[in-house]
Nanobody
Framework: QVQLVESGGGLVQPGGSLRLSCQAS????????MGWYRQTPGQQRELVAS???????NYADSVKGRCTISGDNAKKTVYLHMSSLKPEDTAVYYC?????????WGQGTQVTVSS
């Protein structure tokens, strides 16, 4: 069983930056994929960025150049650093981990970009 807890969301002005954290607990194996997704009301959850255990990284086109996903294996934490934030980045951000056929989600953290 894996538990994920996101933090770091909040209200930020357009052009600002935030760093989201996702703390994992439980059994994290050597092979996994971790990702950040976001969702707005009435919309499907969409991928923001993902990272594999062997270092592969993928970003959504909408955030390329503005987001960086990184991880700290010792702390079992994955981060999403976002900069040059836009109002359209407003959403609930979720992290997930996929390993050995099972997918786990965190509870989400709200990011609001507004002046």
């Amino acid at each position: 069983q894996v538990q994920l807890v996101e933090s770091g969301g909040g209200l930020v002005q357009p052009g600002g930056s935030l760093r989201l954290s996702c703390q994992a607990s439980g059994s994290i194996f050597r092979t996994y994929v971790m990702g950040w997704y976001r969702q707005t009301p009435g919309q499907q959850r969409e991928l923001v960025a993902s990272m594999t255990s062997d270092g592969g990284i993928n970003y959504a086109d909408s955030v390329k150049g503005r987001c960086t996903i990184s991880g700290d294996n010792a702390k079992k934490t994955v981060y999403l650093h976002m900069s040059s934030l836009k109002p359209e980045d407003t959403a609930v951000y979720y992290c997930n981990i996929y390993q050995f056929g099972r997918l786990y989600w965190g509870q989400g953290t709200q990011v609001t970009v507004s002046s």
